[in-house]
Each structure stands twice: as C-alpha cells, then as structure tokens.
C-alpha cells in the first residue's frame, strides 16, 4: 500500500530532522559529515541508523559505548512517519480512485515539507524555547511560491500573514518582550502564508486552547509554575497542522456545538 510506503518516507525524514534539530543547536552543518555517538565519538554506521528499528534492537543505547540514547530520537521518526502518512491519506482519500491531478501532487509535496518545518520548529522550540529564523524564512518563502502554483490568491496570503505576525507583534510591543519572543511574530506570518485568510483565526484560536489546556494541567500537576516559560510555538505548530489538514471540518464542527 502507498500509504505503508510514505509512513517509511516519513520514519527517514524524521531521522534526518532529528539531525537537523542537533546540528543547528550545535551549529553545525546537517548537510555533510557523519553520524557519530554523541558520548563516545564514535561513527554511526547505516545499521546504526534504522528509524525505529536500531534504537529498538539497540534497546535506546549506543552499539559501542552502550550509553543510552533520548527517546526524543524514536519518537520524533514515529510522529514524522504517523503525520506524513495522515497528509496522504487527507489528500488522496481513495488511492485506488486516485486521479493523476498535478495540483494534487503540488499540495502533496506543499504540506509534507511544511509538516518536516513544523516539526522542527515543535522540537526546537520545545527543547531550547526558540523559534529560529532559519527555519521559519525558508520554510515561508517555500510556502508562498508553492501555494502560488495552486493558484491561492497572494492577497489572502499576505492577509492572513499580516494578522498572524501583527497578533503577536501587538503582544510583544504591550508586554515589552515578556510575553512572547520575536520568533513567535516570524511563526505567525508563516501561518498566515501556509493557511491564508481566514484559516489563520481557526489556527491561532486551536493553538490557545491547546495552550491553555495544556498549561492548566501542568499548573494542576506542579510540572510548571506561573512564572515558568512556556513553549507557545509548540502549540502554534500542532495548531498549524491540525489546521492545513482539518481546518474546515474543526470550524464546522466548532459552529455546530452551538446549533
């Protein structure tokens, strides 16, 4: 099944953004050099580096110094495997009805890059609390050339893209930085320029929920405290893809409630 196939893509591709993510905090380049063990030095090898498969036949640790490996590393292969394979099946429902329709393929290949972004920026901004420009600008021009061969209208791109950046300009002007950081007005304005207008609202309305939820319960739980930092494009990640995939289908679901 095709589906099986782009799940595999997905484990690799998630493999690589777990190198990604390392070699940009580290500032090193993730398009050349090797692999190597992070405690001991040693080259990892291609058996060494089988999403999901290695670490499980390794049981999490290093094949040479035996030092345990983060269970970042699998689940970050699985969550790439598990969304890209969500994105072929939202966009080709019916694969064996399957029509050869570019556009199809445009927006295939548009939400599976934007999806590896993402995660990128989940983990990063999860483990070091920073959005970098380095992924965010690449990722947004990407957005509005491939979103301009599908024909979206730029105005609503940079429409939404103006609300999305101008929310969180507005917070960080009022709260004078302590609110959020700068990176979090670069996330919004890619939003903007992946969802269009008005898909931004639904996403930035997603992402507070979530936010609040989940921040509620860490309070309830002690595993946070009110003055503790808080991960916001974390949620504004999910919040993006919930809505690049499910936008519609949230808002009348959402609207329903109140029927």
């Known amino acids: 099944m095709m589906v099986v196939f782009i799940f595999i893509l997905g484990l690799f591709v998630g ?6 993510v390392l070699r940009l905090h580290r500032q090193e380049s ?3 050099g090797y692999s190597k063990c992070l405690f001991c030095g040693h080259r990892l090898y291609a058996r060494d ?3 999901l498969f290695s670490y499980l036949q390794l049981r999490g640790k290093c094949r040479y110094c035996k030092h345990g490996f983060s269970a970042q590393y699998p689940m ?3 969550a790439t495997g598990l ?3 969500l994105v072929f099946t939202n966009i080709f429902p019916h694969f064996t009805q399957m029509t050869l329709v570019w556009q199809d393929w445009v927006q295939f290949f548009l939400w599976l890059t934007m999806t ?3 995660i990128i920026v989940f983990i990063y ?4 609390y920073l959005i970098l420009d380095v992924v965010v600008i690449p990722a947004a021009i990407l957005a509005f050339i491939f979103n301009m061969l599908l024909g979206v209208n730029p105005l609503s791109m940079l429409l939404a893209a103006v609300v999305g950046g101008g929310f969180f300009l507005i917070q960080y002007v009022v709260s004078k930085g302590k609110w959020i950081g700068g990176g979090d007005i670069r996330l919004g304005f890619l939003m903007g320029i992946i969802l269009g207008w008005p ?3 639904t996403a930035l309305f997603i992402a507070y929920v979530l936010g609040s939820l989940i921040s509620v319960g860490l309070l309830l739980f002690s595993k946070k405290h009110m003055s503790d930092k808080v991960p916001f494009g974390t949620f504004l990640a999910i919040a993006t893809f919930l809505t690049m995939l499910y936008g519609q289908q949230l808002v009348h679901w959402y609207m329903n409630l109140f029927n």
Do not use: R
Not at 15 to 20: D, E, M, P, W
Not at 125 to 128: A, F, G, R
């Open 83 to 85: 969304t890209f394979a």
């Open 49 to 51: 580096l089988v999403p």
């Open 76 to 78: 970050v292969e699985l």
């Open 116 to 118: 590896a972004f993402l």
């Open 30 to 32: 993730f398009v050349k």
């Open 15 to 20: 493999s690589f953004l777990n190198v990604v």
């Open 125 to 128: 901004d999860l483990k070091y």
């Open 199 to 201: 898909q931004i609202l």
